[in-house]
């Protein structure tokens, strides 16, 4: 039996808890807050509601931490009535899941578009599994992207694959050398102006709204429960060249049961590389 745990039954928490519902690719989905009332209103909802979808997964609510135990993956969302986890409070919800051992063998996705800084202090000082911790608001964002590249060359979103690296919204590149669009080159179909125009407004669209992030948490996991071929971008901690650890940014990932499974190398130009090494120091 495949269990997901939601840290957090707010705006974004709620969204990831209905875009799993809805999907039915998990088994039980648990909302954890400490209003109680708020989660286990919101699990009511979505399981009156499973049957009109389709959708057989269970949803539960709980005001115990504890409950994330045994869930194959763990998102980090936002407390009912406030902004997403961060800070010190943030940090010690993350430092507690470890003490409870919740952490041992889950996926912790860490779904808010702030939470790359909460990820680096829990590798730094809590020497977490840079393998088991993944933040996915750069995938919500890379799905605005699409959107706005099909509007641009009038085809349907699913035609176009790209990926977005870096720390967004300043220090962020779209490798548009091997997007495309229906198998064919990007760079074929719009034109330079086109493509700038379209990083821009991107970087004013920083950061992505709950229901995107709720979202897009979702994917992830389950991505973690029954895994994907497919490439997400993902915060993520990569190992330098000289084998030491660079911070968390943006970069393209597939997911499995045991977190992330491999990172692919993008083709960079040489403007893209110059922002990328900024990035990495």
Known sequence: MSLVAIVGAGEMGGAAARALALRARVDVIRLIDEKDSVAAGKALDLTQSGPVRGSDARVE????????????????????????????????????????????????????????????QGFDELHLSRRRVMGSAPEALTATARALVAIEARVASNQVALTIIGNPPDKMVIPWAEASIGGHSIASMLTAAQLHRLETRLRGLWPPRPSALGTAAALFCEAAVTGSRRLFSAFVALDRDNGTNAPVCAWPISIGPTGLERITAPVLTGRDRVIVDEVLE
């Open 61 to 120: 609510a709980s005001a115990d931490l504890a409950a994330a135990a045994g869930a194959s993956a763990i998102v980090l969302a936002d407390p009912a009535g406030s902004s997403e986890w961060s800070g010190e409070r943030g940090f010690a919800a993350i430092r507690r899941l470890l003490k409870l051992g919740c952490l041992e063998d889950a996926v912790l996705i860490c779904a808010g578009a702030g939470q790359r800084a909460l990820m680096q």
